[in-house]
Structures are given as structure tokens and as C-alpha cells.
């Protein structure tokens, strides 16, 4: 079993940016894929970004160009660098793992975080 807890999330205004954290633990392994989901009230649970071992990035075209996900192997551990924050870009953020190749679809994961709260302000 994989345990991911986030952390990071808060109330920004718009324009702002925010760091999310995703702590690893348990049977990880630096081969699987991580993956960065958002979920706001009343809607699904869409992919937000990807990242391979290698480094390698996927990004929701909705974000390309402001978020930027990274991880560190040796710590277990991955990133979300947002920047030029949307009120749209609200909802509860969750951090995902999953064996194989990258895919946006959140059925192809195997282990979740909790969520942590991401607020955007006007």
C-alpha cells in the first residue's frame, strides 16, 4: 500500500500563487506515475497534471503555462508550483499514484491523498 497525504492549500487571491506538497509513504516506488487532480463543488474530479520518474510533465491545457509539477525521488515527494491563480482554479486538490504509463482519467489511479482545499479569491 501507498499512503499520500497534501498539504499546502489555503485562500489566495487571484493573480497569487500557491505550493502543494505530496508527501509519499508505504510501498512507494520512484517508478510510478504521480498525478495532481482537482475537484470543485459539484463537478468531477479532472486531471490537472502528471509526472513521470524521468521528470517528464503532462498538463491539463486549463493550467499549462501556470502550474508546475515536480517531485524528488529520494524524498518521496511531489510538487505543484500554481501560479497566476484563477477564481476558477478553486476546488480541493488531490494527489494521486498509480503503476504503468501517465493517464488523465482518475479511474487509472491506484492511491489517493485526502485533498487539500485550494481557495481563489476575485
Known amino acids: 500500500q501507498v499512503q499520500l497525504v497534501e498539504s499546502g492549500g489555503g485562500l489566495v487571491q487571484a493573480g497569487g500563487s500557491l505550493s502543494l506538497f505530496c508527501a509519499a509513504s508505504g510501498r512507494t516506488s520512484s517508478a510510478y506515475v504521480m498525478g495532481w487532480f482537482r475537484q470543485a463543488p459539484g463537478k468531477e474530479r479532472d486531471f490537472v497534471g502528471a509526472i513521470i520518474w524521468t521528470g517528464v510533465t503532462n498538463y491539463a491545457d486549463s493550467v499549462k503555462g501556470r502550474f508546475t509539477i515536480s517531485r524528488d525521488n529520494a524524498k518521496n515527494t511531489m510538487y505543484l508550483q500554481m501560479n497566476s491563480l484563477k477564481p476558477e482554479d478553486t476546488a480541493v486538490y488531490y494527489c494521486?499514484?498509480?503503476?504503468?504509463?501517465?493517464?488523465?482519467?482518475?479511474?487509472?489511479?491506484?492511491?489517493w491523498g485526502q485533498g487539500t482545499q485550494v481557495t481563489v479569491t476575485s
Open positions: 494521486a499514484a498509480k503503476r504503468g504509463v501517465v493517464t488523465t482519467s482518475q479511474f487509472g489511479y491506484d492511491y
